[in-house]
């Protein structure tokens, strides 16, 4: 077994949009890695692509 990355991330509510993109390119930098990586966490991402009744900006940064 190469080894396994754990990820575990929150986002307080009410984080700015450039800290949470922030975060989200350094987690972006860790898939580029060669090994397993799981990544879990309360993201307080909310969009109606997962099924909430609502959107915000963080659910609109982890899709795109």
């Known amino acids: 077994l190469r ?3 754990l990820c ?3 986002f ?3 984080e700015t ?5 922030k975060k989200i390119e350094e ?3 860790l898939c580029a890695g060669d090994y397993p990586l799981i990544i879990a966490g ?6 109606t692509s997962f099924g909430d009744v609502t ?3 963080y659910g609109t940064r982890l899709l795109y």
């Open 17 to 21: 949009a450039d800290f949470v993109t």
């Open 12 to 14: 307080r509510p009410l």
């Open 55 to 57: 959107s915000n900006a």
């Open 27 to 29: 987690i972006e930098d």
């Open 42 to 47: 309360d993201f307080n991402a909310r969009s």
């Open 8 to 10: 575990l991330v929150y």
């Open 3 to 5: 080894g396994l990355l």
